[in-house]
């Protein structure tokens, strides 16, 4: 019997929503068939079937909320295999109520030595995360060894291997809640609305999304851990909207470039110039990353999601303007694919279309940095012993102190701001 398990379709993914399946009981599924529908805290996703065999139990009814990740979903028999005997009373009594998922009991870890953990023939038993982060690091699965279920290749062992890694020796017993050992940091317990003056029946409670709970639990993390301070410029835009409209003039109808397409390419020249803002904080060392990796700040319904313009600093502002405008709309409905949103090496957040004129953003970790960028407004600025009209964007540069010091983050700055100023600059 092959036991499926509720998969990490995220390096974050703690629990996800079964919304869908596209199995049944009694269905014989092959290698790479879709199964089911995941909804995680970001996206609605398709999983695919690891194994071949036939859906013997569907453990976890699809509309489940908050199942856990390795939780047992359902089970195939594979072929060949003697049907497996009836469940026991008590194993029955352990299956998840349809209203709560995340009791679904929890799978006995099996030794990566194990004969299920080997791969057979050319093929490597990975998840489809794991694969496609593999794809994108240049590391050879067969030079990895799993420590998801049954020796499974899971998205944290890409994270922990090296491109082009050797071969690894199999792990004696690696039980798959292994990084969950250490301790949680402790948590302030918050008082109740009640002990806080409010009259009990005067609000409606609304329940946390997954995607709630992620935003709450990885922003106070980088708020409270990380050592952040903001740099604020103020920015002439007049020559800037006159280019634009220039632009979207030659373009037609079939394009128009945004200030804040603008911005994004302006950001990647810049990191580009200053190559020491483009970098993340790890405990062996800075990383320096190749490219600037732009993750554009998205609203969504109950959330904000950071799709990713990967390598703007080579992509042209018709180029930049058409992948924005895709990566937001599919963000809304929800069909970004892992690799679109999870990444980047700095943000871009622009609340200038509500009219914000200023503001500080807190670090999308593990990024370095992130801009924030407000309205631009007619203010009164001096040219010499004049005061004239122009019209003004203030910007907001969150730095986390451990990458980008004071230095680096002014000199960002200094050569950001003509780009903005002066954009034929960053035309030619």
Known sequence: MTDILMPALSPTMEEGNLAKWHIKVGDKVESGQ????????????????VDEGVVTDILVPEGSQGVKVNALIARLQGEGEAAAPAAPPAAKAEAPPPAKAEAAPAPVAAPAAAPASKPVGDRVFASPLAKRLAEQKGVDLKGVAGSGPHGRIIARDIDQAKPGAAPAPAL??????????AAPAPQRQALSLEQQGIAPGSYELVPLSNMRKTIARRLTDSFRDIPHFPLTIDLEIDRLLEVRQRINNALGNDVRVSVNDI?????????????????????????????????????IDGGLITPIIRAAETKGLEQISK??????????????????????????????????????SIINEPQGAILSVGAGDRRPVVRGDQIVAATVMTVTLTCDHRVVDGAIGARWLQAFKPLIEDPLTMLA
């Open 34 to 49: 879709v199964i089911a529908e995941i909804e995680t805290d970001k996206a609605t996703m398709e999983v695919e079937a």
């Open 323 to 360: 992948e924005a405008k895709d990566l937001a709309a599919r963000a809304r409905i929800g069909k970004l694919k892992p690799e679109e949103y999870q990444g980047g090496t700095f943000s871009v957040s622009n609340l200038g279309m509500f009219g914000i004129k200023s503001f500080a």
């Open 172 to 181: 004696a017993a690696a039980p798959a809640a292994a990084p969950a050992a």
């Open 263 to 299: 911005v994004i390419r302006a950001v990647a020249l810049a990191l580009r110039k200053v190559p020491e803002a483009n970098a993340s904080y790890t405990p062996e060392g800075i990383a320096m990353h190749k490219h600037a990796d732009i993750a554009m700040a998205v609203a």
